[in-house]
């Protein structure tokens, strides 16, 4: 049986791609066969995020129209041979596939994964509804700011119209200092107003960018950083494991005393 896993959130840029990216890779790494699916119709991204862009031949599209059979189109990860992505069409519109060929192709996908992440587009319109066509369940990203959690709370109410009840959160670029001086919600705020369970907390952190631009997932990079291992932990959450959450507040306030020790001494 596979799993079915739209991210999504409503409001853009707060980090789908960077999330469904790097939780497919932890999930390879650990053994298990996934394709991520890029539903950005006209704008995709997963490609340079996994540094695949070179070796787009086909995309969803192209299946589709029968120009190509689905398994042409499947880009294979040569560094995570458990992994691989079935791109979205970059010069066409979100209208140019519908939720019933997205379901078509998902279906086909879902014999031979363990898992499929799809990548929904910001918004709820064509491209949203084509995510979640196929979906059992869904990964809410969201930042800790009121923008995004608002929009973040109306797809929640959308997702469970359509009967996806499974939605956990995650609680991307918290930046504890900011916190900390209520400048920023907290991840208990954020819980409070959107009500669903947590299944990860991402920090703020620069490396992030680094990695995307190089092409590689932060994940799978030599170095374990704190972002890094709040990816892997998530994985691990999906996966069943009882991990526990990283205290980001705490990390914070080790670096600010050793930072104060320093200058006292
Ligand atoms: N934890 C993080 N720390 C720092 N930067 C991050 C983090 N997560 C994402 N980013 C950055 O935020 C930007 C937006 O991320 P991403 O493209 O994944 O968002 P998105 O929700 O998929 O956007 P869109 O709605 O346009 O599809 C990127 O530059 C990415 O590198
Ligand atoms: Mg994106």
């Not at 879902?110 to 990964?139: C, W």
């Not at 809410?140 to 996806?164: F, N, Q, S, W």
Request: aromatic share 4%; net charge neutral.
């Amino acid at each position: 049986m596979s799993r079915i896993i739209v991210t999504t959130s409503g409001k853009g840029g707060v980090g789908k791609s960077t999330v469904t990216a790097n939780l497919g890779t932890a999930l390879a790494m650990q053994k298990r066969k996934v394709a991520l699916v890029d539903a950005d119709f006209g704008l995709r991204n997963l490609d340079l995020l996994l540094g695949l862009e070179n070796r787009v031949v086909y995309t969803a599209l192209d299946a589709v129209a029968g120009q190509c059979r689905l398994e042409q189109a499947l880009v294979k990860d040569k560094r995570q041979p458990h992994l691989a992505l079935l791109p979205a069409a970059q010069n066409r519109t979100k209208e140019s596939i519908n939720p019933e060929q997205m379901k078509g192709l998902i279906d086909v996908l879902s014999k031979t994964h363990d898992y499929i992440i799809v990548d929904s587009p910001a918004g709820i319109e064509m491209g949203f509804r084509n995510a979640i066509a196929a979906a059992q369940e869904a990964l809410i990203v969201t930042t800790p700011e009121v923008t995004a959690v608002r929009d973040a709370d109306r797809v929640i109410g959308l997702l469970e119209a359509h009967g996806i009840n499974n939605i956990q959160l995650i609680v991307n670029r918290l930046r504890p200092e900011m916190v900390q001086l209520n400048d920023m919600m907290s991840v208990d705020d954020v819980l409070e107003i959107l009500a669903i369970p947590l299944i990860g907390i991402v920090p703020d952190d620069e490396r992030v960018i680094v990695a995307s631009n190089r092409g590689e997932p932060i994940v799978a990079g030599r170095k374990l950083t704190l972002p890094a291992m709040a990816f892997l932990n998530i994985a691990r959450r999906l996966e069943g494991e009882q991990v526990p959450f990283l205290d980001l507040m705490a990390a914070h306030n080790n670096l600010v005393n050793r930072i104060k020790r320093f200058f006292r001494s």
